[in-house]
């Protein structure tokens, strides 16, 4: 067993309420604008055209709060939850080593308040920020990993070794957040010299410049065991670590051979001393590996897992595919990982092109091997391979979900009781909206923390290359519950006013599971979502009326809709008659198309143009709703699939 203690250094806290460089508002309130499925924060005045809905049907409310701003040169991308306050680590705007800002800091949201504050982390020569002939020189928050209520751990990289230590002093690699009179504040730190001075002497080797310091090898991610052991991703190994107040210990190492990649993301198992890394390997597959602390010993419990590669076959709703185990080349291979409350590992998956299916491990996975392992999952989800790939997934034990988040700020939820899968409504978190149609600037979302039914997550903004620049960021809370089970969209009771449902917002979130050889199991949604760009202009979801992507609903198979009809629910507050529309399309080879609709024992059947494009279609007959609630089904009749749909309208008569 390895043990290696380290007393940690105290220092100066600086709190700052508010950062500068931003435009700046006045004391006051909190400015809300209503309550939604989705609740975004930020500055006020920095929403842009996001408005009372996203552009996949969910209510959303915006609230301003004055003074919320991330100091200039820096965005959030880790969220933690500890006690009643949310814990933010910011990165660098562009670059991973090329810094864009000269501070280190952590930001804290009181989630009762409602109040951000920036909690500085000094060096060792007590200054909050270091440039050298016009370049910032701090590093960033790599992770961090609350211990309790009151405490935190957090790492830093890289360390910018070369700034002038007699001057300047030194960052630290590691360290602790501290709650103390209700207030956040930086506690005890190290050094890698302080480490390395400690006896940490594999994890910390000595920079070849300076070799009283190190950076420990780059302490990066991190996940706490249910031991309360903390594992720390470094360059080309694992260190996994014991943390105190005042006291730090190296309880075991674990070094990769040469060519298994850079570990990139650990997640904990829920009840094992167990943890799975991720591994990005260069101009190859990237892998996952499961491991178990045991002994004060690092042990691999599986191979580095490699998917099964698909061959495409002609598909077919019964038979999608040919699933024979090729190895993966190029960039295919596995991404973001989590397990779920029984233990089950779900591992996302990259194709040369975008995003695979989520793979589901149930059963013991392949052994360890000394080279990557093409191991065969129990489950394929097909639905995340009609968005982008995953920047991360999460497991909520409360609600039994699996988060699912895709680049270009798309959020999927799915459901496993063991037996029968269900996927909730797929969500469009409107980053093209908050930007006003900048195009050189980006936002992007990262996972966070679920608390009380509500998924937590930063939305950032950068533009590569940039430094010291100020720009808004935005904190999200999305209700989980509302995706599975959303509310009836209520019909207006005013002539001529309208109503659109996305047709994403479905209560129909049942799935069936097709099998695949040697015992894989394919999960097909019901009602599949694939993105619906809002580029060109006039064309696909471009031409619907709604600011924003979205989504098109069709088959996992890419033959269009073909199956039973899909349901939505609607409340009429007085009865009265509407007029019913689409936003369809099919393809130019298909002219029997239509898609049928059936709500309160009445039905219209409305034909669907050939062609690629998006059509605005009107049923030629109205419908006269009496109050209350109805459901509305959109299926077709015999012969009539293919088709694609964006949207439904009601129009009050």
Known sequence: MMVRRAAGLAFAVVLVVAAAGLPTEPPGNVLVSGEGTVTVYGRP???????????????????????????????????????STLLMAPRDLGVWDHPSSGDLFVAAFELGTKKLTTISIPTTAGKASVWRDGHAIAPSIADIVPVGDDMAVYTAWPTQIEQNPERDGDWPVLGLLLKENGQWKAGFKWTGGSLRAAGWDKACPPDKKRPDQSDCRGLGRMARLKSGEIVVTQQDGLAVIRVQRGLVELVAQYDFPAGAGKPWEVTAHPAEDRFVVGLK???????????????????????????AEPKATGATPSSPRN????KATGRAGYGASAYDASGNLWVARNNEVGAGPVAIFTKPRCAPAPGPVVCRPDYEVNQP???????????????????????????????????????????????????????????????????QGK????????????VAAPYDHWLYAVNLSDLFAPAPHVLPVTPGRTVTIQAERTVDNSTRVIPGTAGLQHVVAKVTAGGCSDFPAGVACAADNVAGNGFQVGHDSIFGYIGDPIAYQIRVPESGT??????????????????????????????????WNYHHLSATTMFTLPAGVHTVLVGHRPGEHGWFLNSLTFQRI
């Open 45 to 83: 005045g920095s929403f842009g055209a996001l408005d009372a809905a996203l552009p996949s049907g969910q209510d959303v409310a915006t609230v301003g709060l004055p003074g919320f701003a991330f100091p200039p040169g820096r965005h959030p991308h880790r969220l933690v939850k500890a006690g």
């Open 281 to 307: 390997v260069q101009n190859g597959p990237s892998t996952v590996q499961e491991f178990q602390l045991q002994g004060g010993s690092v042990i691999p419990l599986s191979a580095r897992l490699l998917p």
């Open 323 to 326: 699933d024979e185990p090729v």
């Open 385 to 451: 391979q009609k968005f982008d790939t995953a920047e991360g997934m999460l497991f909520d034990p409360a609600t039994n979900t699996m988060l699912y988040l895709a680049r270009h700020g798309v959020l999927l939820a799915i459901r496993f009781d063991g037996k029968t899968f269900s996927i909730g409504n797929a969500v469009d978190l409107g980053s093209r909206l908050l930007l006003g149609g900048d195009v050189d600037t980006h936002v992007a979302h990262q996972l966070g923390v679920v608390d």
């Open 455 to 466: 998924v937590w997550l930063p939305g950032l903004q950068h533009k590569p290359g940039t």
């Open 578 to 611: 509407y007029r019913l529309s689409l936003h369809a399309s099919t393809y130019p080879n298909i002219s029997t198309s239509a898609v049928e609709i059936t709500v309160a024992g009445q039905s219209a059947r409305i034909p669907v143009p050939p062609g």
